[in-house]
């Protein structure tokens, strides 16, 4: 595919936050296309009012900068809360579609900006969320996609609204064109709503990660600094790590440290407090991405250490890839999407068997195995997930390009 226009309009992931598939996928697709990447108008970073006062400015002023080349980056004015978190369910059943439907305009009136200064005409749409429904047909699109990577009705803090959110899901799915979903359990509920739903896991930045491998790679200070064995974790410290388990494990190895690496945004709480008090506990902080091969080759033993409960349970970890590229020996809790990954991973059914795994996979770091994970890492690229998508999305396309012949 080339030569195509995408309006990516994203509702999570700011440009600079953590890399996700957002980020992945559409710094690919710029390769050969152009990209107009909106930024979500509110982050969890800070609070509601910071964050409009933050971006009232781009309300008022629209603007846009030129990431690399064909890759434009836009804020976008922050969005209206939804405050699901603390109204009942009977309000919000009246207040989410029309808080919806306000943020809508806001969108739509940056993204036109967006395309009559970048002189942008029958582009793809590109969606991240059903509360974005009311861009459909806003923009001459040619097809719009709506990529699910999380099933938001499972969050814990949805439960009392998951109804009113599957319903709007449901409905979202099968109006678009196509449905990408980054776990087989969201490809197989969305692919009964729409015929055209494609699994499209997360992948890997192979060349990136593998650097782990090298020898002469630098190790930075700060675990330099850490006395082996490493027992490690690198990404986002968030909602979905099963603290609980963390400090099972702290205390199982005192004579391990156990070192995470990512910004700390963890459930705050008895167990919590508890991890930051003990001694072999070290928390590194947010680190660039490249810089990541760099700590993990520090890591004896890697851990997914996620919470089996909610959306979760119907997740495809970002690690996994990663660590296997990275040729780390590593121990996971049971999530359904990990187990076609058994060779190449220890997988746990609780949290006795998770500490206990540790310990064989501390001496399961021989070549076979090594190349055993890189192996499989290597059929799991970006590059590859792009590839796939191009396909769909050319085949597509030549559709929708013979209607309007």
């Keep these: 595919m080339k030569g195509e226009t995408i309006l990516c309009v994203e509702s999570a992931s700011r440009w600079h936050s953590l890399w996700r598939d957002s980020q992945q996928i559409m710094s690919r697709i710029a390769a050969q296309n152009r990209v107009l990447y909106f930024e979500p108008g509110r982050s969890n970073d800070g609070s509601v009012l910071s964050e409009m006062g933050r971006n009232l400015p781009y309300f008022v002023a629209p603007r846009s900068w030129q990431e690399q080349e064909n890759l434009y980056i836009i804020p976008t004015p922050s969005s209206l809360p ?3 978190r603390v109204l009942p369910r009977s309000i919000l059943r009246v207040t989410m579609p029309i808080v919806s439907r306000i943020n809508a305009r806001i969108l739509i009136r940056q993204i036109r900006w967006a395309m009559k200064t970048l002189h942008v005409s029958r582009p793809i749409l590109w969606l991240y969320s059903p509360s974005q429904r009311d861009l459909i047909g806003k923009f001459g699109e040619k097809l719009v996609c709506y990529f699910n990577y999380d099933e938001h009705a499972d969050f814990e803090h949805n439960a009392h609204i998951k109804d009113l959110i599957r319903k709007s899901d449901d409905q979202f799915s099968s109006r678009v064109d196509i449905v990408w979903a980054t776990s087989q359990a ?3 509920r969305r692919k009964a709503l729409n015929p ?9 930045d192979f060349e990136l990660f593998n650097r782990a491998l090298t020898a002469n790679l630098p190790l930075p200070a700060d675990i330099a600094s850490i006395r082996r064995p ?19 494990i702290a205390k199982a190895y005192p004579d391990y440290a156990l070192v995470l690496v990512g910004p700390e945004e963890l459930t705050k709480g008895a167990d919590r407090n508890e991890l930051l008090s003990l001694p072999n506990v070290h928390l590194l902080g947010r680190k660039e991405r490249t810089e990541l091969p760099n700590y993990l080759q520090a890591f004896d033993v890697a851990l997914m250490p996620w919470a089996l409960r909610g959306h979760i349970l119907s997740a495809y970890p970002l690690k996994l890839h990663e660590y296997l590229a990275a040729g780390r020996s590593s121990v996971a809790t049971a999530l359904p999407e990990l187990h076609p990954y058994r060779s190449v991973i220890r997988i746990a059914e609780s949290h006795d068997d998770f500490i206990q ?37 050319e085949s597509h396309l030549r559709k929708e390009e013979g209607i309007h012949s």
Excluded: C, K, S
Excluded at 196 to 204: A, E, H, R, S, Y
Excluded at 369 to 388: H, K
């Design 186 to 188: 969201q490809a197989e």
């Design 196 to 204: 055209n739903t494609f699994f499209v896991p997360n992948g890997v």
């Design 82 to 84: 939804v405050m699901n």
């Design 357 to 393: 795994q540790i310990q064989a996979a501390m001496q399961d770091n021989g070549p076979a195995a090594i190349e055993a994970r890189v192996a499989v890492a290597r059929e799991n690229t970006w590059d590859q997930r792009v590839a796939e998508i191009y396909r769909v999305l």
């Design 230 to 248: 490493i027992i490690g974790f690198a990404g986002w410290l968030g909602y979905h790590i099963d603290v609980a388990l963390l400090v099972g």
